[in-house]
């Protein structure tokens, strides 16, 4: 054995003191790459024209239009379904309308156990998991809730029908909270910045489903949005609580966007902002919130279906861009998993593909050949061309020059409607059995009491 005298073992000790001090970049090595953070927020029915970026004239919204300067516009981007529970089912499982588990809208179908949803697949990367706002997945402390689902922790409506109202008890992990009359949004949002907070040292996927503007048009008298437009001559007075909703998110995602910045994640944080399908109301001559697109929600056409997306991740997505590509809901799955690096999570047959490469500017983006949804009809996007119909009645439109779909050519192109007949005829499967397991309104309800037989009193 070598011997090391007293000089030769000081020396030895300080190059690998020095070693041991010197970041892992100046020995050659790269320290791994933390994971980015994502936040997804998906508000409930605002329409696709009710942002400032997208064309409102009468909305207020500066912080998600500033986002949309410092990331990309997807012009092109839907839902996966026309109504709320659908889109949120094709959005956790990767799976089109004619596959996902959820297709009736009634409130209370849950996922089933052997579903894997976005927050599973992201929990094998590490990922902190929570959700804030209207699930619609599951009821409360059943198959198919968030925290049966992959979310570490979930607050806010189950059921889909108690989000019908802002002035109402919610739910932590099933348990239910009272709220003594406040506002159930305002809540939500605090408990979306608390779970930022709380995780701001390790991966954390923050899913916000809020639930504004939907359902009952409601917002406080003291909320500072709504003073922007309760003196407007609008006659339809819901048309400026939508309007006071909108801004009153808005400043909310201005709120999550300075506290990333509070926090230095700003840089390892992506943000995407959409809706989960068309405006409940259009409010033509007032906000116009589907332009010259036709129907709105529960519509298969543009107006039902298409929605805003804005992503914004500084220093990672180039800022100013708009892009034309169409994708959907079922797309969010493999997107997530691949940015937080496990792809190999993603179930084999889910229908989406990721849209990373073009959020990022890195590689080739692959395309859909195809969009599908089915809600009482089919509809397919084949590049410019849509189909609308069932049983071999086709509509078809060319979106490239009628967005409006005033214009029915199908029989100017019978090898397209043919060929998306057959999407039609093998895209869509039969669901499995629709059980709602209730209705949860969230209402208390008095016990039924006999009335006393009249013979017999």
């Known amino acids: 054995m070598k011997k090391v005298n007293r000089r030769g073992f000081l020396k030895s000790a300080a190059v690998g003191a020095i070693g041991l001090a010197l970041p892992l970049r100046a020995i050659g090595k790269e320290p791994p790459a933390r994971k980015p953070n994502i936040i997804f927020i998906m508000v409930d029915d605002m329409g696709y024209h009710d942002l400032g970026c997208f064309g409102s004239k009468t909305i207020l919204t500066p ?3 500033k986002m949309c300067a410092e990331g ?10 026309t109504v709320c529970a659908p889109a949120r089912s094709t959005l956790m499982t990767g799976l089109h309308k004619g596959h996902t588990p959820v297709r009736g809208n009634s409130g209370g179908i849950p996922l089933r156990p052997e579903d894997v949803t976005v927050a599973e697949v992201l929990k094998k990367a590490g990922y902190a998991t929570g959700a804030f706002g209207k699930w619609g997945l599951g009821n409360q402390g059943k198959d198919g809730a968030a925290e049966r689902q ?4 979930f607050f806010g409506y189950y059921n889909q029908w108690h ?3 802002y002035y109402t008890h ?17 809540a939500i949002f605090d ?3 608390k779970f930022i907070k709380a995780n701001k040292d390790r991966p954390f996927f923050c899913y916000c489903p809020w639930t504004p503007p939907h359902a009952a048009y409601q917002i406080p008298d003291d909320e500072p949005a709504w003073a922007m437009y309760k003196d407007k001559p609008w006659k339809d007075k819901s048309a400026k609580v939508v309007a006071a909703m909108d801004s009153m998110m808005d400043r909310q995602v201005g709120e999550i966007l300075a506290l990333l910045k509070e926090l230095k994640i700003d840089d390892n944080t992506i943000v995407f902002f959409t809706s989960d399908n068309g405006a409940a109301k259009r409010f033509d001559g007032i906000h ?15 107006g039902g279906i298409r929605v805003p997306m804005v992503v914004r991740w500084p220093g990672k997505i180039k800022p100013g861009q708009v892009s034309d590509l169409p994708w959907y809901f079922p797309d969010v799955m493999p997107t997530l998993a691949e940015l937080g690096g496990v792809s190999k999570e993603v179930p084999k047959n889910v229908d989406g593909i990721s849209i990373a490469a073009t959020l990022l500017g890195e590689g080739e983006q692959k395309k859909h050949e195809y969009l599908f949804w089915s809600s009482g009809s089919h509809a397919v996007r084949m590049g410019k061309w849509k189909g609308i119909g069932k ?3 086709i509509r078809l439109y060319d979106l490239s020059k009628d967005i409006g779909e005033a214009n029915d050519v199908a029989a100017e192109h019978p090898d397209i409607v043919k060929k998306i007949s057959e999407i039609m005829e093998t895209e869509w499967v039969a669901p499995r059995k629709q059980v709602d397991d209730g209705k949860y309104t969230g209402r208390e309800r008095k016990p039924k009491t006999k009335k006393p037989n009249k013979k017999n009193a």
Do not use: Q
Not at 171 to 182: A, C, I, Y
């Open 163 to 165: 989000a019908h109202t």
């Open 72 to 81: 990309v516009k997807f012009t092109d981007c839907y839902s996966g379904d």
């Open 63 to 65: 912080n998600i239009d």
């Open 150 to 153: 992959g979310f570490d922790l």
């Open 391 to 393: 049983g071999g009645k």
């Open 170 to 186: 919610l739910f932590r992990n099933s348990v239910k909270v009272e709220l003594d009359g406040r506002y159930t949004h305002h």
């Open 288 to 302: 116009n919130s589907c332009g010259k697109m036709k129907g709105h929600k529960r519509s298969m056409n543009e």
């Open 191 to 193: 408990e979306t910045i």
